[in-house]
């Protein structure tokens, strides 16, 4: 049932209005002033308020600018004994759905409270559905509890409330666009675009084309004006994903928007200027890219301001239990499945293998093993053939697959996170381990670490 709020002084005149919107099937509530109106409203959740301009304690075009900050969904109708212009326009401002005069206007009532519930309804759905936006993107929705992924969480929450640029880095399928979804929603412009493009889907022209926009008659196939992504994330995020894979002449354009804030479209004269916070995210090395003349050093440096490496998944063995029970609840929704349990041994399988694929990979194994599993428990004849030989396959250098409580494992992970945090560097890596250059080389092949 729908609650109708009536605020009003007159107790006669809100009596006989409860009475005739109650006939109509609403549960009506009344108030006597402003004070009391909004004690109401906090313990009621009202469809639609009816409220008199003039009450004792206050103003009822004031009082809605303070309800509908409260409580958007709720509409407001304003009854007033005196019309006037100035009143009805700050009115309508403040948020009321409409401002009538007693009296004259109270066949209207009934239809025009039916129109404000719908317009409530509409508004309701609308604010549900940005609430399920936000926490779709927002860093809870992050699953782990690694140490290096909380490390990469923090920073990102870190950056998101200052507006500078971003470069993600990490492999691919580790989750580069759910951190730039992130700190987009975390930060001042969560009410703005969020807008992403793959700079390795596009080649040269058609990429210049979609990031800057070009004019009619630019090129083959441009039959009108056609806006670009920066021009569509003004005021808001433009996330360039794979941005080790742009053209250096389009670096260079690039570059020009971050310092200036504009750029040229594609077979115009004019500047277009724009307002973005630009996210990027690669996985290759940009520092290898600069030295093979791939890369802009100094669009690296201004992309690098605040830089985050996202962890691969064999770097967070840990949170793989946690990521497959995720993806077990959404895909049992999704194709309409009732597993409700996951095997040790799968489990452990998962554990074993080494991710090449990251998150990404995960997502689709879980995805298929659900699909054909028919029991309520995945187990490991429920995963792909090879996870299943995990335990016995031979690499091709006749090594087996390692144990993860095996001295050997101890061994490459740490060697695999010296590797890391020398960012590749062989002879710094030897030096701290404290091993022979030759060693580490052999040691790097053997457990496949580049």
């Not at 399988?349 to 990251?358: A, D, E, Q, V």
Request: aromatic letters at 6%; charged letters at 30%.
């Amino acid at each position: 049932m729908n609650k109708i709020l009536i605020v009003d002084d007159e107790e006669k005149l809100r009596s006989l209005m409860a009475r005739i919107i109650s006939l109509e099937g609403f549960e009506v509530v009344e108030a006597s002033d402003c004070k009391s109106g909004v004690k109401k409203a906090e313990q009621n959740d009202f469809d639609v308020i009816l409220c008199d301009v003039k009450l004792p304690d206050g103003n009822g075009v004031e009082l809605t600018s303070i309800l509908k900050e409260k409580y958007p969904a709720t509409e407001i109708i304003l009854l007033t004994a005196y019309g006037n212009i100035p009143d009805g326009v700050q009115a309508i401002k403040n948020g009321a759905f409409d401002y009538i005069v007693k009296g004259d206007d109270n066949n209207k009532i009934i239809p025009l409270i039916h129109k404000a519930i719908d317009k409530g309804k509409l508004t309701k759905r609308i604010i549900d559905l940005e609430n399920r936006v936000e926490r779709k993107y927002s860093f809870d929705n992050i699953i782990g509890d690694s140490v290096k992924l909380k490390k990469a969480i923090d920073l990102a929450q870190k950056v998101a409330a200052v507006d500078t640029t971003v470069l993600l880095t990490g492999e691919t399928g580790t989750g580069k666009e759910v951190f730039a979804n992130a700190i987009h929603q975390s930060g001042n412009r969560k009410d703005k675009s969020f807008v992403a493009i793959n700079c390795a889907a596009f080649g040269h022209d058609l990429l210049e084309s979609e990031m800057f926009g070009h004019k009619a008659g630019a090129f083959t196939g441009a039959v009108k004006d056609k806006k670009g992504l920066f021009e569509e994330a003004d005021k808001g995020t433009i996330f360039l994903d794979e941005i080790g894979e742009m053209p250096l002449d389009l670096q260079a354009k690039l570059l020009r928007v971050i310092e200036n804030g504009e750029f040229i479209k594609v077979g115009e004269s004019k500047i277009t200027k724009v307002d973005v916070r630009i996210i990027t995210a690669t996985n290759r090395n940009l520092l290898k890219e600069i030295e093979a003349g791939h890369f802009r050093e100094d669009l690296y440096y201004r992309l690098s301001i605040f830089s985050i490496k996202l962890p691969s998944l064999r770097e967070r063995v840990t949170d793989i239990e946690l990521l497959a029970h995720n993806f077990l609840k959404s895909f049992n929704l999704k194709i309409n499945k009732r597993i409700t349990r996951i095997s040790k041994e799968f489990l452990q399988l998962l554990k074993l293998h080494n991710w090449p694929g990251n998150i990404r990979e995960l997502k689709n194994i879980m995805e298929r093993s659900i699909i054909l599993e028919n029991s309520n428990t995945l187990t490991p004849q429920s995963l792909p053939y090879e996870l299943q030989q995990l335990k016995t396959k031979p690499h091709e250098n006749g090594t087996k697959t390692l144990s993860a409580f095996s001295l050997a494992s101890a061994e490459k992970i740490h060697i695999q996170k010296v590797f890391n945090y020398t960012n590749g560097n062989k002879t710094e890596t030897a030096r701290l381990l404290n091993i022979a250059l030759t060693t580490l080389y052999r040691k790097l092949e053997e457990y496949k670490i580049e």
